[in-house]
């Protein structure tokens, strides 16, 4: 029989999955909000205030933690579809200026840590 110390195994386990959990980037905040920023974002969203749009507090409690939201983040980023404002008037959403997935979710992502 061979004798395994407690710390030996819970050591093992815990490497062990380490190695399948999924790996997440980390946010690149200057970059998201540059993007923010040169797309005008700010007209309609502010961190923590309702303008014409919600705030970005506002859809972090929508989207986050959700499987999907920020999938849904960044569709709302680049459909166009019609949006309700705070007034009650629809427009169309801005498309964000990027074809990059990977900033797109950088976004999203950042939107979605407030």
């Known amino acids: 029989m061979i004798k395994v110390s407690l710390p030996t195994v ?6 062990g999955l380490a190695s399948v959990a999924p790996a997440q980037a980390a946010v690149d905040e200057e970059a998201a909000k540059a993007l923010f ?24 409690e929508k989207y986050k933690g959700k499987a999907d939201g920020q999938e849904k983040a960044v569709k709302n980023m680049t459909d166009g579809k019609k949006v309700k404002l705070a007034d009650g008037t629809e427009q169309e ?5 990027t074809k990059d997935l990977k900033e797109q979710k950088n976004l999203a992502d950042w939107i979605l840590s407030h």
Do not use: M, Q, Y
């Open 93 to 97: 959403h801005k498309v964000i200026d």
């Open 37 to 60: 920023k040169s797309n005008d974002c700010t007209k309609c969203h502010s961190v923590d205030k309702e303008k014409k749009g919600p705030s970005l507090k506002k859809i972090s």
């Open 10 to 15: 819970i050591a093992t386990v815990f490497l």
